[in-house]
């Protein structure tokens, strides 16, 4: 079985600028959580997504929005890029939306840098 | 807000020595939750504790909750090389089912 797939894995991007960031849960999973991990800090949670609707939102402006799929891959999108957006973006997938025994997922992540 | 703080920072222990790294919650968890980063890597799940009090033990690994629910640790018996890594461990946001993470503590092993 695959496991979560984040696409891209890395991305360089101009201040201002849209970019979109996807991810494919494990087969069976239908929570989505995004979390983006400044170098040196821990992940920072951004969304959470169960059944294709919106369960939680971080402490991020609105220019952060996503989504999830009847499929439930999921896709977190970027607006006005700033300099300070630059980090690991970290897709986690889980059976429940605690994590429950088995933990959440991660997958390998999308390093974007702004410049 | 809620907020979860993890101590010490950094580690740096000889290949062999004990390490333990402390978790502390500002607010009562239903449940804890420990994951690694490796250097480059990603977190990976390591074990999740439900019960007030409740030890588990994983092969060279210790992990406990405190018996109030707001605190845990980590207790790794004579290190590895293979232990180097970023430990962090994470709790269910106030209110909602989304893990907040702490700040991690990093070990690095001299071989």
């Known amino acids: 079985d695959a496991g979560v797939t984040q696409s891209p894995t890395h991305l360089i991007k101009t201040r201002g600028q849209h970019v979109t960031l996807r991810c494919s849960p494990i087969s069976g999973h239908k929570s989505v959580s995004w979390y983006q991990q400044v170098l040196g800090q821990g992940p920072q949670f951004i969304f959470q997504?169960?059944?294709?609707?919106?369960?939680g939102r971080g402490n991020f402006p609105d220019r952060f929005s996503a989504r999830q799929f009847p499929n439930y891959s999921s896709e977190l999108n970027v607006n006005a890029l700033l300099l300070g957006d630059s980090a690991l973006y970290l897709c986690?997938?889980?059976?429940?939306?605690?994590?429950?025994?088995?933990?959440?997922?991660f997958g390998s992540g999308t390093r974007l840098t702004v410049v | 807000g809620q907020q979860v703080m993890q101590i010490p920072q950094y580690q740096h222990v000889q290949e062999g020595e004990d390490f333990t790294t402390y978790c502390n919650s500002s607010t009562t968890l239903s449940n804890i939750q420990w994951y690694k980063q490796r250097p480059g890597g990603h977190p990976v799940f390591l074990i999740q504790?439900?019960?007030?009090?409740e030890v588990k033990k994983q092969k060279r690994l210790t992990f406990q909750f405190g018996e109030a629910k707001k605190n845990s640790s980590l207790h790794i018996t004579a290190t590895q090389t293979t232990d180097v890594g970023t430990y962090f461990c994470?709790?269910?946001?106030?209110?909602?089912?989304?893990?907040?993470f702490g700040s991690g503590t990093r070990l690095q092993v001299q071989p």
């Open positions: 504790l439900v019960k007030s009090g």
């Open positions: 986690a997938s889980s059976l429940v939306m605690e994590g429950g025994r088995d933990g959440y997922t």
């Open positions: 994470a709790g269910p946001r106030t209110g909602r089912r989304a893990l907040t």
């Open positions: 997504y169960y059944e294709k609707e919106e369960r």
